[in-house]
């Protein structure tokens, strides 16, 4: 079945850095989306992108689609810590189903 | 801002008892979801539900699961003779989808233990 994979699982940052997370789908994708979860807290929609080669800003955050939909990523800029929780992309191919990566948990280091 | 609520917030049971989740949608999205998240891990997509019926459902979404939307508002997901592995977090979610661009609202999830 598809698959998922995020990297890295884990990533300190130091306040006011710029950290990358990676998100690789075993199939081509129609969309994915990205949710943050803080701790203790369920996830909430942060995007989502459609076509290939989509770039898309959140103030210091930026979205990538791949150019062959089956890859994303999340660059955050002048990391702050609000920025601590779990960033989890999800894919859907086709149907109803969206699977979610294993996640990227961000610590802040002040 | 619209929400989506679930009770009960926290649900501890014994194995081989019935659960039943419950959750209210927002009023004006038709596509709705159940996922699980076992403490630490990712979230796990179970079923997803439109038009008053399932529209797919993973590996994990077995016999003894079940989904209804019995009155409209409320979604409520079931769980007829519980098991250990069981214990997760369970998440609703509603979604709205607006010229091919989806956004879907999680609920703020029940905690689910069995002993």
């Known amino acids: 079945g598809q698959q998922v994979m995020q990297i890295p699982q884990y990533q300190h940052v130091q306040e006011g850095e710029d950290f990358t997370t990676y998100c690789n789908s075993s199939?081509?994708?129609?969309?994915i989306q990205w949710y943050k979860q803080r701790p203790g807290g369920h996830p909430v929609f942060l995007i989502q992108?459609?076509?290939?080669?989509e770039v898309k800003k959140q103030k210091r955050l930026t979205f990538q689609f791949g150019e062959a939909k089956k890859n994303s990523s999340l660059h955050i800029t002048a990391t702050q810590t609000t920025d601590v929780g779990t960033y989890f992309c999800a894919g859907r191919a086709a149907g109803n189903k969206l699977t979610f990566g294993g996640g990227t948990r961000v610590l802040v280091k002040p | 801002e619209p929400e989506v609520t679930q009770t009960p917030s926290h649900q501890v049971t014994q194995m081989g008892q019935e659960v039943i989740l419950r959750c209210v949608p927002i009023s004006n999205h038709l596509y709705f979801y159940w996922y699980r998240q076992i403490l630490g891990q990712k979230v796990e997509f179970l079923v997803s539900f439109y038009n008053n019926e399932i529209s797919e459902k993973s590996e994990i979404f077995d016999d003894q699961f079940s989904v209804e939307r019995p009155d409209g508002s409320n979604f409520t997901l079931k769980i007829r003779s519980t098991k250990l592995e069981d214990s997760a977090m369970y998440f609703c979610?509603?979604?709205?989808?607006?010229?091919?661009?989806?956004?879907?609202?999680f609920g703020p999830g029940t905690r689910l233990l069995v002993l």
């Open positions: 199939t081509t994708l129609s969309n």
């Open positions: 979610a509603s979604m709205s989808r607006l010229a091919g661009l989806e956004t879907q609202y």
């Open positions: 992108l459609v076509k290939s080669g």
